[in-house]
């Protein structure tokens, strides 16, 4: 099965940045759409951005202007560039395909925006 290695979280400040990275075991990585998604306490885990197969993106419009994906095909890499972070950010930030997501989920990376 796929396994999923998500890092670079932490505790930030609003307004400050954090940059995640995902590392995929599968060597066909670059066929697959990729996602980040998030959840926060008590709530569903939610699709906050997208990248497809050739590199086009989509994101949550809460995030939009905030936050870029990209991917690194030769490194089997996902990464979350995350700026201007607000408190509702905060959340357990996870990879996985998008769509369709693996049954196999990683241990995530916690993201706390707080003062």
């Known amino acids: 099965q796929v396994q999923l290695v998500e890092s670079g979280g932490g505790l930030v400040q609003p307004g400050g940045s954090l940059r995640l990275s995902c590392v995929a075991s599968t060597t066909i990585f670059r066929l697959y759409g990729m996602g980040w998604y998030r959840q926060a306490p008590g709530k569903q885990r939610e699709l906050v951005a997208a990248?497809?197969?050739?590199?086009?993106?989509n994101y949550r419009d809460s995030v939009k202007g905030r936050f870029t994906i990209s991917r690194d095909n030769t490194k089997n890499t996902v990464y979350l560039q995350m700026n201007n972070l607000k408190p509702e950010d905060t959340a357990v930030y996870y990879c996985?395909?998008?769509?369709?997501?693996?049954?196999?989920w990683g241990q995530g990376t916690q993201v706390t925006v707080s003062s």
């Open positions: 996985n395909r998008a769509p369709s997501p693996f049954t196999y």
């Open positions: 990248i497809t197969s050739d590199g086009s993106t």
